[in-house]
């Protein structure tokens, strides 16, 4: 089977954790051109990851159209998004996105519809649902085992100023859109699509910081079907260099507590005496996400996150957003 031509477009810092791993899967893949509105970060990482032999480009259109790819990695920041998935998806282009794909439902909406309708393979970068531990319980809840699920807490925990870019909220979407997205797609993808949302955010920390427009504390509560309640704590301005995402879950027959998505102890607490099961895996879960997309595209089956996840998700911060706004609880759409 031929490699998969693949290209990355946005030669970011988060970028360099991809091609790393495009290049352990160097007998399914070929990284053969990079692309990026500052040139030099494209030959950059032409000149590390490909000894100089990869294409450069600094237009998308340009790549989209000339590089002949199978496959093409968008790593860019979220305000930079525009056309370039349809464009891609015309082409039959297979896509991999980061998170958020969009800053408005509208323009992720359109992504899924050019994806969907050319019938190509596509990936949205929401690695945690490859953790070890959350594939786990994630089969406990499908099969039925750990019964219904009651209450699903996360919270994510980080301080540092960024890029500037990342401290205005017009191109971020905020640190919920940004970062904190990741958590409500987890609690999404355990706990099933939610009702309703609710959610305060403030900008405590950093008021005195020119063009920080981001919320830096948050607090968000989603309500499920049959009751279940979702909670999510995010500030950035906590511990300086460290950065802290961990998840609770409680479930009829199972509790959980998470450390991260590779690590958790599961109490099963219909039993008598309590059974408990510890998991502990040190998975390269950007690797898992990207193998799953190379199979996918191989053989045909779904990838685990379509584009049509980080629609969802992305559904599911804005409308927090909305209500932080309004101060008001938020009904959500069941589904597009």
């Not at 794909?101 to 992720?108: C, F, K, Y």
Request: some cysteine.
């Amino acid at each position: 089977m031929a490699k998969l031509r693949t290209a990355i477009l946005g030669c970011g810092q988060f970028a360099h954790r991809h091609a790393e791993n495009l290049l352990s899967l160097d007998s399914e893949v070929s990284l053969t051109a990079f692309c990026d509105y500052y040139v030099d970060n494209a030959i950059n990482f032409r000149d590390q990851y490909t000894q100089g032999k990869a294409q450069i480009y600094q237009d998308y259109r340009d790549l989209i159209d000339n590089a002949a790819l199978d496959l093409l990695v968008i790593t860019l920041p979220p305000f930079a998004h525009k056309d370039e998935v349809a464009l891609a998806a015309s082409k039959g282009i297979h896509l991999f996105v980061e998170k958020p794909i969009a800053l408005s439902s509208a323009h992720a909406w359109r992504m899924v519809e050019a994806v969907e309708s050319a019938g190509i393979k596509s990936q949205v970068g929401f690695m945690f649902r490859f953790g070890k531990a959350v594939e786990r319980v994630k089969s406990l809840i499908d099969e039925n085992s750990a019964g219904r699920p009651g209450l699903m807490s996360a919270r994510y925990f980080c301080n540092a100023l960024h890029a500037d870019w990342w401290r205005d909220k017009e191109k971020s979407g905020g640190q919920l859109v940004e970062q904190v997205i990741h958590m409500v797609d987890l609690m999404r993808y355990i706990m099933g699509e939610p009702l309703s949302v609710f959610s305060r955010q403030e900008n405590l920390f950093h008021t005195e910081v020119p063009g920080y427009t981001n919320e830096d504390v948050s607090a968000t509560i989603y309500s499920f079907p049959k009751g279940a309640l979702g909670v999510i704590y995010a500030t950035n301005g906590a511990i300086p260099g460290r950065w802290i995402n961990d998840y609770r879950l409680v479930a009829e027959k199972l509790t959980v507590e998470f450390f991260g998505a590779n690590e958790a102890n599961l109490f099963f607490t219909d039993q008598d005496p309590i059974d408990t099961e510890m998991i502990k895996e040190d998975r390269n879960i950007h690797l898992s996400e990207m193998q799953d997309l190379i199979k996918a595209i191989n053989t045909g089956s779904q990838t685990r996150t379509p584009i049509r996840e980080g629609a969802l998700s992305l559904d599911m911060v804005l409308a927090a957003n909305k209500s932080a706004e309004t101060r008001q609880e938020i009904l959500l759409k069941s589904s597009h």
